[in-house]
C-alpha cells in the first residue's frame, strides 16, 4: 500500500493537479487577504462586507443574491452557473492555442490578434451572407471555419518569421496583435455591419442573430435558464479533447512536440522543423480565432467594433489559462471554467457589496496572477516528493 | 596535530538510495592532502551519486563526511564551495552566450559599488592561465568554442575561486591525447602545490598514469582502495567489472568492397567564424567492409566535416556521393536514408532530454508503417521495439522504456543512440567519438558492434579523438589537420608517435599521396 501511494506521488499526472489546485489555493487565499485589508481600511466597508466578500469569492456562483433581511442567500443559480459555461467557451479556446503553441515550443502571445481576425472574419461572414438565400446553419459553418482560416493565417505569419529569419516570435505576434487592432477597426468602420437601426447603441456591429444565425443551444438553455450559454461549450470542449489526442496519440503530434522540445534534435532526425513552426503557430492561430467566432456567433453578444486603442482580454487570459492547466489540453477546460467562476464571482461581489468593481479587479487579477504559478509550484512539489523519498527508506 | 589531518576529506560508509536502486552502499573514500585520489568504476556505478553527495546536490541516507578530521553537513553546493571543493562535472555547466571571461567570474565577481570589476578579474585569470598553461580565448563566447576549452574554463573557475580540493568528474573524456598530456601535468601541478584531486574515470592508463591511489566502485559498492604503483590496468578492469575484460579490439583484416562514400574536393564553412573555410578541399572514400577512422585534434574540422555530409551543416563546394546518389545537396531525411547517424553532441542532436527512451529510440521512424497506423502511433509496437533494443545493448534506466532521457546516465543515453543508430541498418554508420564518456565494459561492446557491421558489410566512418580507440578499431586512417587531409596511415603500421605529429601537423603526406 506504502508503494502504491508513493507511486500516486510520483506519477505525473498526480502532480500537475496537484500543483494547479495548491495555485489556485494560494490565488484564493491571497484575494482573501486583499478582501480583508480593503474592507477594514475602507470605511464603507468593514469587517461585515468583508466577510460577505469572503464567503463570496469562494462560493459566488452558488450566490441567488440577498432575503428581505439583507442577508446573503445560497442555492443553485442557474444564471451564474451557465454564464460560467458561456464565459468559459472562448477561454478554453485561447488557452489551448497558447498551450498548443507551448507545446510546440513557442510562446504565443499572439492570441489576442488571431482572435480578433477570428472576430472580424467570423462577423463578416454571418452579417454579410443573406440568410433568405442560404439557410443559417451553413452560414455558421462557413462563418466558423473562416474565423479558423483567418486566425490561421494570422498566427502564420510571426511563424514565418521565426521560421525563415529566426525573428522572435514574441516581438512578431506584439506586432501583428496590433496591426489586427487597427485593420479589424478599420475594416468594420468601412463596413455595412454597423448597428444603426438601434438607437440607443453607438459603435456596435449587428448581432449575428439580425441575420437569423445563432450557436445552436442543444438544451442547454433549459438546464440553465436565464443565461447565454449555447452549444459552443461542447464544441470548445471537443476541440480541447481533439487537441488533446492530436499532440498525444498522433505521429503529427510527435512531429511538433519533437521539434518543440529540441529543435536540433528534430533537425538532425530529418524533420521539417521551419515547416513545423509554422503549422504550430497556424494551429495555434486557428483555435483563438475559433474561440472568437463562438463567442460571437452566439447571436447574443455583440461587438464595440472600434477596438484599436486596446486588444482583446480573453486573447491574454488564453496564457493564464494554459499556464494554470500545465499546458495539458484537457486541464485547459477545467482552469478555463476556474477563470470564467473568478469572473462570474467579480460580478457577484460587485453587485451584491460595496467593494467597487475596480478592487474586485484587482482581487480577480491577483487570483490569475497567482494562479499561473502552477509551473513554479510543480517544481517545488515535485522536487518535495523526490527528495522525502530520499530521506526516508 | 592528530592522524586524521593526514585526510582533507573524508567519506565514511557513505549510502544512498534512489528509488529502486542503492546508488551508493557503504562507500568510504579519503582523500589525501595533495594526493591524486582516482574514483573507478563502470557507469552506473555510483561515482557520480558519491561526488554529488560530496558537492551537497544529495543527502546520504547514512555515513558522515569529515573536512580535515572534523565532522561537516554539506547541504548544499554553496557548503561544498565554503569548504574549498570546486568541481568540473563532466557535462560543462557554462552559459553558452556569456564570454569565457564572464563565465568564469561569474558568481564571484570582483565589484565596487555595484559595479563589476573586470580588468582585476581579467588580469587574474590571464595570470592563473599563464601559470597553468591553460590557454582560453577570454572574449570569445562559450558556445564557439572547442570541448576542450571549455574545460578549460571550468578549470579556471575553480581556481579562480582559491578551491582546495578539486573534482574532475571524466575530464579526459573530451579531450585530444595532447591535451590528456596537458591536463594530467596540470593535474600533477596542482598536487604539488598541496591541492588535493579526485580524479574520476574509467580510463585505466590514465589512472595508473596520474593518480597516486584509486579506489573501485562497482554496482555502489566499494571494492577497495589501492595504490597505483602496486597494481596493473588488467586487474583494475578486473576489479571494476567484475569478470576478465577483452581490453583488445579482436578482428579480422578489413575485406573492403564497393564505394559506400565518396567525398570529392569539399569545402565547408566554420561553425565558429562564418567566412572562413573549416574543411578545405577534403577527399576521401569510405568502402563497405571497412573502418575508416578521421583522426586529429578536435577542432581541426571534422565537426564542420561531418555536419556537411549528414546535412546538419553548410557545403560551400564539392561533392558528397552516397550509394551511387548525388547528396550534396539533398535533404538530411533524403541522406538518412542509406546513412545512420552517431552524432557527436548528444544531447543536442542525438536525444530529445525530454521524451521518453521509447520515443527516442523511434526518432527517426515513428512515420514508418510498423510504428503507426492511420496516423496515430502505434503504442504496442514503439513500446516492443524499444525494449528489444533495450535489452540487446543493455541500455541500464530507472524504468525501462518510461524513462524520460534526461535521467540517464551520460554511458546509457550514449547507448541508445548507438542502439537505435545501428538498428536501423544502414549502409554507411557515420559514428561521431561514439565511445565518448562511456566505460570500458560498454566500449568493448560498442566496438564488438562496429566491427561486426563492419564484416556485415557496412561502411563505417568513424571520427575519433581517441588515440587507442584510432589505433585498434580503425581499418585506414586518415588524419585531418586544419581543414585538409594531411596524412592516409595503416593503423597496422603506425604508432601514436606518428599519428601525434601528422595530428600536430609537424609532419604531412603530399595531397596526392594522402588522397585515396
Given at each position: 500500500?506504502?508503494?502504491?501511494?508513493?507511486?500516486?506521488?510520483?506519477?505525473?499526472?498526480?502532480?500537475?493537479?496537484l500543483?494547479?489546485i495548491?495555485?489556485?489555493?494560494?490565488?484564493?487565499?491571497?484575494?482573501?487577504?486583499?478582501?480583508?485589508?480593503?474592507?477594514?481600511?475602507?470605511?464603507?466597508l468593514?469587517?461585515?462586507?468583508?466577510?460577505?466578500?469572503?464567503?463570496?469569492?469562494?462560493?459566488?456562483?452558488?450566490?441567488?443574491?440577498?432575503?428581505?433581511?439583507?442577508?446573503?442567500?445560497?442555492?443553485?443559480?442557474?444564471?451564474?452557473?451557465?454564464?460560467?459555461?458561456?464565459?468559459?467557451?472562448?477561454?478554453?479556446?485561447?488557452?489551448?492555442?497558447?498551450?498548443?503553441?507551448?507545446?510546440?515550443?513557442?510562446?504565443?502571445?499572439?492570441?489576442?490578434?488571431?482572435?480578433?481576425?477570428?472576430?472580424?472574419?467570423?462577423?463578416?461572414?454571418?452579417?454579410?451572407?443573406?440568410?433568405?438565400?442560404?439557410h443559417?446553419?451553413?452560414?455558421?459553418?462557413?462563418?466558423?471555419?473562416?474565423?479558423?482560416?483567418?486566425?490561421?493565417?494570422?498566427?502564420?505569419?510571426?511563424?514565418?518569421?521565426?521560421?525563415?529569419?529566426?525573428?522572435?516570435?514574441?516581438?512578431?505576434?506584439?506586432?501583428?496583435?496590433?496591426?489586427?487592432?487597427?485593420?479589424?477597426?478599420?475594416?468594420?468602420?468601412?463596413?455595412?455591419?454597423?448597428?444603426?437601426?438601434?438607437?440607443?447603441?453607438?459603435?456596435?456591429?449587428?448581432?449575428?442573430?439580425?441575420?437569423?444565425?445563432?450557436?445552436?443551444?442543444?438544451?442547454?438553455?433549459?438546464?440553465?435558464?436565464?443565461?447565454?450559454?449555447?452549444?459552443?461549450?461542447?464544441?470548445?470542449?471537443?476541440?480541447?479533447?481533439?487537441?488533446?489526442?492530436?499532440?498525444?496519440?498522433?505521429?503529427?503530434?510527435?512531429?511538433?512536440?519533437?521539434c518543440?522540445?529540441?529543435?536540433?534534435?528534430?533537425?538532425?532526425?530529418?524533420?521539417?522543423?521551419?515547416?513545423?513552426?509554422?503549422?504550430?503557430?497556424?494551429?495555434?492561430?486557428?483555435?483563438?480565432?475559433?474561440?472568437?467566432?463562438?463567442?460571437?456567433?452566439?447571436?447574443?453578444?455583440?461587438?464595440?467594433?472600434?477596438?484599436?486603442?486596446?486588444?482583446?482580454?480573453?486573447?491574454?487570459?488564453?496564457?493564464?489559462?494554459?499556464?494554470?492547466?500545465?499546458t495539458?489540453?484537457?486541464?485547459?477546460?477545467?482552469?478555463?471554467?476556474?477563470?470564467?467562476?473568478?469572473?462570474?464571482?467579480?460580478?457577484?461581489?460587485?453587485?451584491?457589496?460595496?467593494?467597487?468593481e475596480?478592487?474586485?479587479?484587482?482581487?480577480?487579477?491577483?487570483?490569475?496572477?497567482?494562479?499561473?504559478?502552477?509551473?513554479l509550484?510543480?517544481?517545488?512539489?515535485?522536487?518535495?516528493?523526490?527528495?522525502?523519498?530520499?530521506?526516508?527508506? | 596535530?592528530?592522524?586524521?589531518?593526514?585526510?582533507?576529506?573524508?567519506?565514511?560508509?557513505?549510502?544512498?538510495?534512489?528509488?529502486?536502486?542503492?546508488?551508493?552502499?557503504d562507500?568510504?573514500?579519503?582523500?589525501?592532502?595533495?594526493?591524486?585520489?582516482?574514483?573507478?568504476?563502470?557507469?552506473?556505478?555510483?561515482?557520480?551519486?558519491?561526488?554529488?553527495?560530496?558537492?551537497?546536490?544529495?543527502?546520504?541516507?547514512?555515513?558522515?563526511?569529515?573536512?580535515?578530521?572534523?565532522?561537516?553537513?554539506?547541504?548544499?553546493?554553496?557548503?561544498?564551495?565554503?569548504?574549498?571543493?570546486?568541481?568540473?562535472?563532466?557535462?560543462?555547466?557554462?552559459?553558452?552566450?556569456?564570454?569565457?571571461?564572464?563565465n568564469?567570474?561569474?558568481?564571484?565577481e570582483?565589484?565596487k559599488?555595484?559595479?563589476?570589476?573586470?580588468?582585476?578579474?581579467?588580469?587574474?585569470?590571464?595570470?592563473?592561465?599563464?601559470?597553468?598553461?591553460?590557454?582560453?580565448?577570454?572574449?570569445?563566447?562559450?558556445?564557439?568554442?572547442?570541448?576542450?576549452?571549455?574545460?578549460?574554463?571550468?578549470?579556471?573557475k575553480?581556481?579562480?575561486?582559491?578551491?582546495?580540493?578539486?573534482?574532475?568528474?571524466?575530464?579526459?573524456a573530451?579531450?585530444?591525447?595532447?591535451?590528456?598530456?596537458?591536463?594530467?601535468a596540470?593535474?600533477?601541478?596542482?598536487?604539488?602545490?598541496?591541492?588535493?584531486?579526485?580524479?574520476i574515470?574509467?580510463?585505466?592508463?590514465?589512472?595508473?598514469?596520474?593518480?597516486?591511489?584509486?579506489?573501485?566502485?562497482?554496482?555502489?559498492?566499494?571494492?577497495?582502495?589501492?595504490?597505483?604503483?602496486?597494481?596493473?590496468?588488467?586487474?583494475?578492469?578486473?576489479?571494476?567489472?567484475?569478470?576478465?575484460v577483452?581490453?583488445?579490439?579482436?578482428?579480422?583484416?578489413?575485406?573492403?568492397?564497393?564505394?559506400?562514400?565518396?567525398?570529392?574536393?569539399?569545402?565547408?564553412?566554420?561553425?565558429?567564424?562564418?567566412?572562413?573555410?573549416?574543411?578545405?578541399?577534403?577527399?576521401?572514400?569510405?568502402?563497405?567492409?571497412?573502418?575508416?577512422?578521421?583522426?586529429?585534434?578536435?577542432?581541426?574540422?571534422?565537426?564542420?566535416?561531418?555536419?556537411?555530409?549528414?546535412?546538419?551543416?553548410?557545403?560551400?563546394?564539392?561533392?558528397?556521393?552516397?550509394?551511387?546518389?548525388d547528396?550534396?545537396?539533398?535533404?538530411?531525411?533524403?541522406?538518412?536514408?542509406?546513412?545512420?547517424?552517431?552524432?557527436?553532441?548528444?544531447?543536442k542532436?542525438?536525444?530529445?532530454?525530454?521524451?521518453s527512451?521509447?520515443?527516442?529510440?523511434?526518432?527517426?521512424?515513428?512515420?514508418?508503417?510498423?510504428?503507426?497506423?492511420?496516423?496515430?502511433?502505434?503504442?504496442?509496437?514503439?513500446?516492443?521495439?524499444?525494449?528489444?533494443?533495450?535489452?540487446?545493448?543493455?541500455?541500464?534506466?530507472?524504468?525501462?522504456?518510461?524513462?524520460?532521457?534526461?535521467?540517464?546516465?551520460?554511458?546509457?543515453?550514449?547507448?541508445?543512440?548507438?542502439?537505435?543508430e545501428?538498428?536501423?541498418?544502414?549502409?554507411?554508420?557515420?559514428?561521431v567519438?561514439?565511445?565518448?564518456?562511456?566505460?570500458?565494459?560498454?566500449?568493448?561492446?560498442?566496438?564488438?558492434?562496429?566491427v561486426?557491421?563492419?564484416?556485415?558489410?557496412?561502411?563505417?566512418?568513424?571520427?575519433?579523438?581517441?588515440?587507442?580507440?584510432?589505433?585498434?578499431?580503425?581499418?585506414?586512417i586518415?588524419?585531418?589537420?586544419?581543414?585538409?587531409?594531411?596524412?592516409?596511415?595503416?593503423?597496422?603500421?603506425?604508432n601514436?608517435?606518428?599519428?601525434?605529429?601528422?595530428?600536430?601537423?609537424a609532419?604531412r603526406?603530399?595531397?596526392?599521396?594522402?588522397?585515396?
Open positions: 500500500m506504502k508503494k502504491d501511494q508513493i507511486r500516486l506521488l510520483e506519477s505525473n499526472g498526480f502532480q500537475s493537479v500543483s494547479s495548491v495555485s489556485i489555493i494560494i490565488g484564493l487565499i491571497f484575494g482573501v487577504l486583499l478582501i480583508l485589508v480593503v474592507g477594514l481600511l475602507d470605511s464603507n468593514g469587517i461585515e462586507s468583508a466577510w460577505e466578500g469572503i464567503r463570496l469569492v469562494f462560493a459566488g456562483l452558488f450566490s441567488t443574491g440577498r432575503d428581505a433581511f439583507g442577508t446573503l442567500t445560497w442555492g443553485f443559480n442557474s444564471i451564474n452557473m451557465g454564464n460560467m459555461l458561456f464565459r468559459a467557451t472562448p477561454l478554453i479556446m485561447t488557452g489551448l492555442s497558447v498551450a498548443f503553441a507551448y507545446k510546440t515550443g513557442l510562446f504565443n502571445i499572439g492570441a489576442p490578434g488571431q482572435y480578433l481576425m477570428g472576430t472580424m472574419a467570423s462577423l463578416m461572414i454571418a452579417l454579410g451572407i443573406p440568410s433568405d438565400k442560404v443559417p446553419v451553413i452560414i455558421w459553418i462557413l462563418a466558423f471555419l473562416g474565423a479558423m482560416a483567418a486566425g490561421a493565417i494570422w498566427g502564420a505569419i510571426p511563424g514565418l518569421f521565426k521560421a525563415l529569419l529566426n525573428t522572435n516570435e514574441v516581438i512578431a505576434c506584439i506586432m501583428t496583435n496590433w496591426i489586427a487592432a487597427n485593420l479589424v477597426t478599420w475594416l468594420f468602420d468601412i463596413s455595412p455591419f454597423k448597428n444603426v437601426t438601434e438607437s440607443t447603441k453607438s459603435g456596435y456591429i449587428y448581432k449575428t442573430s439580425f441575420n437569423n444565425v445563432a450557436t445552436t443551444k442543444l438544451g442547454l438553455d433549459k438546464v440553465f435558464p436565464g443565461s447565454q450559454v449555447n452549444g459552443g461549450i461542447v464544441i470548445a470542449i471537443l476541440i480541447a479533447v481533439l487537441v488533446y489526442i492530436l499532440m498525444s496519440k498522433t505521429t503529427f503530434g510527435f512531429e511538433l512536440r519533437a518543440g522540445s529540441n529543435k536540433d534534435a528534430a533537425k538532425y532526425a530529418g524533420l521539417k522543423d521551419k515547416r513545423d513552426i509554422v503549422i504550430s503557430m497556424a494551429i495555434a492561430g486557428a483555435l483563438s480565432a475559433a474561440g472568437a467566432a463562438l463567442y460571437y456567433l452566439a447571436g447574443n453578444t455583440e461587438l464595440y467594433w472600434s477596438t484599436y486603442q486596446s486588444l482583446p482580454a480573453i486573447g491574454f487570459n488564453g496564457i493564464p489559462v494554459a499556464m494554470l492547466a500545465l495539458n489540453p484537457i486541464g485547459v477546460i477545467f482552469s478555463a471554467l476556474f477563470m470564467s467562476m473568478l469572473n462570474i464571482i467579480g460580478l457577484q461581489i460587485t453587485s451584491l457589496t460595496a467593494y467597487n475596480y478592487i474586485t479587479d484587482v482581487i480577480i487579477a491577483a487570483i490569475v496572477y497567482l494562479s499561473a504559478f502552477a509551473l509550484i510543480k517544481q517545488i512539489i515535485s522536487r518535495r516528493i523526490a527528495r522525502k523519498k530520499g530521506g526516508s527508506k | 596535530m592528530d592522524h586524521n589531518s593526514d585526510y582533507v576529506i573524508e567519506m565514511l560508509h557513505i549510502t544512498k538510495e534512489f528509488p529502486g536502486i542503492k546508488a551508493n552502499d562507500i568510504t573514500l579519503q582523500l589525501r592532502r595533495g594526493e591524486i585520489h582516482a574514483l573507478l568504476g563502470e557507469n552506473g556505478a555510483g561515482k557520480s551519486t558519491l561526488m554529488s553527495v560530496l558537492f551537497g546536490l544529495y543527502q546520504p541516507e547514512k555515513g558522515e563526511i569529515l573536512f580535515n578530521g572534523k565532522k561537516v553537513e554539506i547541504k548544499d553546493p554553496n557548503d561544498a564551495t565554503a569548504l574549498g571543493i570546486g568541481m568540473v562535472h563532466q557535462h560543462f555547466k557554462l552559459v553558452e552566450v556569456f564570454t569565457v571571461l564572464d568564469i567570474i561569474l558568481g564571484a570582483t565589484t559599488l555595484g559595479f563589476l570589476r573586470k580588468k582585476e578579474a581579467r588580469a587574474k585569470v590571464e595570470a592563473l592561465s599563464k601559470k597553468y598553461g591553460l590557454q582560453v580565448d577570454l572574449d570569445a563566447k562559450v558556445e564557439d568554442i572547442t570541448v576542450g576549452m571549455q574545460q578549460r574554463v571550468e578549470i579556471l575553480m581556481l579562480y575561486r582559491d578551491n582546495d580540493i578539486l573534482i574532475f568528474d571524466e575530464p579526459t573530451v579531450l585530444t591525447p595532447q591535451e590528456i598530456d596537458e591536463l594530467m596540470t593535474m600533477r601541478e596542482f598536487a604539488k602545490e598541496g591541492k588535493s584531486i579526485l580524479f574515470s574509467h580510463k585505466l592508463n590514465e589512472i595508473m598514469a596520474v593518480a597516486d591511489r584509486v579506489t573501485v566502485l562497482r554496482k555502489g559498492k566499494g571494492i577497495g582502495t589501492i595504490d597505483t604503483k602496486s597494481t596493473n590496468t588488467q586487474e583494475l578492469s578486473n576489479m571494476m567489472v567484475g569478470r576478465p577483452q581490453l583488445q579490439v579482436s578482428k579480422t583484416p578489413a575485406k573492403p568492397g564497393e564505394a559506400v562514400l565518396v567525398v570529392e574536393d569539399l569545402t565547408a564553412p566554420s561553425r565558429v567564424h562564418k567566412n572562413k573555410n573549416a574543411v578545405k578541399g577534403v577527399s576521401f572514400t569510405v568502402r563497405s567492409g571497412e573502418i575508416v577512422c578521421i583522426a586529429g585534434i578536435d577542432g581541426n574540422g571534422q565537426t564542420e566535416l561531418v555536419s556537411a555530409i549528414t546535412g546538419l551543416g553548410k557545403t560551400n563546394s564539392g561533392k558528397v556521393t552516397l550509394c551511387g546518389e547528396i550534396s545537396r539533398a535533404s538530411i531525411k533524403a541522406r538518412g536514408r542509406n546513412m545512420s547517424h552517431i552524432p557527436e553532441d548528444r544531447h542532436h542525438g536525444l530529445i532530454l525530454d521524451f527512451l521509447e520515443d527516442n529510440m523511434v526518432l527517426q521512424r515513428f512515420k514508418e508503417p510498423q510504428f503507426q497506423s492511420h496516423s496515430f502511433i502505434n503504442r504496442p509496437a514503439v513500446r516492443k521495439y524499444s525494449d528489444r533494443l533495450i535489452e540487446k545493448f543493455d541500455v541500464r534506466s530507472g524504468q525501462g522504456s518510461e524513462t524520460i532521457a534526461r535521467s540517464m546516465s551520460g554511458g546509457n543515453q550514449q547507448k541508445a543512440i548507438i542502439a537505435r545501428l538498428d536501423r541498418d544502414k549502409k554507411l554508420v557515420m559514428a567519438q561514439p565511445t565518448r564518456g562511456l566505460d570500458v565494459g560498454a566500449i568493448e561492446f560498442i566496438h564488438a558492434q562496429l561486426e557491421e563492419r564484416d556485415s558489410g557496412k561502411a563505417i566512418m568513424l571520427v575519433s579523438l581517441e588515440l587507442d580507440e584510432v589505433l585498434s578499431l580503425s581499418d585506414r586518415l588524419v585531418m589537420f586544419e581543414g585538409e587531409i594531411v596524412g592516409e596511415l595503416d593503423p597496422a603500421k603506425t601514436a608517435q606518428e599519428l601525434g605529429l601528422y595530428m600536430s601537423g609532419k603526406m603530399d595531397r596526392k599521396e594522402a588522397a585515396e
